[in-house]
């Protein structure tokens, strides 16, 4: 009751003596916890300090920028680019890659995030998160380019969310597992809450924006049909519907009691955008990464979203997210001849 707990910083030095990771692999990590901190204090404030609203401004998606889109870029770029851990940065809100400023220290890690998902929800006191993706920089690689980037999702290092909820909780893996922790506002510390978190296999829960529907392909059209038929229909049990819109929230719920997440192609943008709404690098990738490690399954319909080899960095992409077997049940239903 009265102990620190196992803080981020000591359960990733422990991380880097069991698996011989570098120093600059756990400073990165630290400058990203450094980061959601600071965004965890300003949403926590909100009208207080002057955050919420728009900020006038397009990013490369055409998408109207708030406030705090552009307030959190800034915070992540300062928190990773001067401790000499990240080789370059990438962010939904930034067209082109950041290469560090020429005076600073390099590091061997390429560091890409969405500092605000769900920023629709800043404006209306709901939750907002971070995700965050780690590739290795390739080596005497000194200011990467956009090729650089263009890893599968297979080959992250380590991938990550920060959900500002009624508490703040990190989610992380590096490839063994999930761990969750939560910060201590008191000792402004992330501590470990949550060990090795696994996805129930099945569930009754499913989270879609269901005003798109018109525009889906009739695989999904016949799987949330399904589901909403409840006991009386092929599936033979009742279904309970989600939408938060952070894309965040919806995954830390399913780390927490199961359930399945799609932003499923999307007829309209079929040409310009392969059908998806969501960005393959900066949250399906790591999303994907975090949902597998726990258990889970993460796919387009068509294909494991990680296995897909990225021709640019915003790139969209279709995504279906969660319980094992239900992911594969959609999965099945876009096989060729499957009734
Ligand atoms: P972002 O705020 O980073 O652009 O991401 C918002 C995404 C995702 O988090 C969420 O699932 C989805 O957009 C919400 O979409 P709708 O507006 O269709 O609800
Ligand atoms: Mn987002
Ligand atoms: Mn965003």
């Known amino acids: 009751m009265y102990g620190i707990g196992i803080t981020l910083t000591q359960f990733m030095l422990d991380e880097q003596r069991r698996y011989g990771a570098s120093g600059h692999f756990t400073g990165v990590l630290n400058d990203i916890a450094t980061a959601c901190k600071k965004i965890a204090s300003l949403t926590s404030k909100g009208a207080l300090v002057g955050v919420l609203g728009s900020a006038n401004t397009e990013n490369v998606q055409g998408e109207v920028q708030k406030k705090m889109d552009v307030i959190t870029n800034e915070i992540f770029i300062e928190a990773l680019q001067n401790n000499g851990n990240a080789a370059a940065l990438a962010s939904e809100e930034m067209e082109e890659v950041y290469n560090l400023p020429e005076n600073k220290p390099r590091g061997r890690y390429l560091v890409l995030f969405d500092p605000l998902d769900g920023s629709s929800n800043m404006d209306i006191n709901v939750s907002v998160g971070t995700i965050f993706s780690i590739l290795r920089a390739p080596n005497g690689v000194r200011n990467p380019t956009e090729k650089d980037f263009l890893q599968p999702g297979v080959t992250q290092v380590a991938a990550g969310y920060c959900l500002y909820g009624p508490s703040t909780i990190m989610a992380l893996t590096a490839g063994n597992g999930v761990n969750m922790f939560t910060l201590d506002r008191d000792c402004g510390e992330f501590i470990l809450t949550r060990e090795n978190v696994q996805i129930p296999a099945d569930t009754q829960e499913f989270a879609i924006n269901?005003?798109?529907?018109?525009?889906?392909?009739?695989?999904?059209?016949?799987?949330?049909?399904?589901?909403?038929?409840?006991?009386?229909?092929?599936?033979?049990?009742?279904?309970?519907?989600?939408?938060?819109?952070?894309?965040?929230?919806?995954?830390?719920?399913?780390?927490?009691?199961?359930?399945?997440?799609?932003?499923?192609?999307?007829?309209?943008?079929?040409?310009?955008?392969?059908?998806?709404?969501?960005?393959?690098?900066?949250?399906?990738?790591?999303?994907?990464?975090?949902?597998e490690q726990a258990g889970g399954m993460a796919h387009t319909g068509y294909e494991r979203i990680m296995e897909i080899q990225p021709t640019s960095l915003h790139q969209r992409i279709p995504v279906i997210q969660g319980s094992r077997n239900e992911v594969d049940l959609v999965v099945s239903y876009h096989r060729p001849n499957d009734d």
């Open 210 to 291: 269901m005003s798109n529907e018109r525009y889906w392909e009739e695989p999904i059209k016949r799987y949330i049909k399904e589901c909403v038929a409840g006991k009386d229909g092929p599936r033979g049990k009742n279904f309970n519907m989600r939408w938060v819109a952070a894309m965040v929230a919806e995954i830390h719920r399913i780390l927490t009691r199961g359930g399945i997440f799609t932003y499923p192609f999307d007829e309209r943008v079929r040409h310009d955008s392969n059908g998806g709404k969501l960005r393959l690098m900066y949250e399906a990738n790591p999303m994907s990464f975090i949902i």
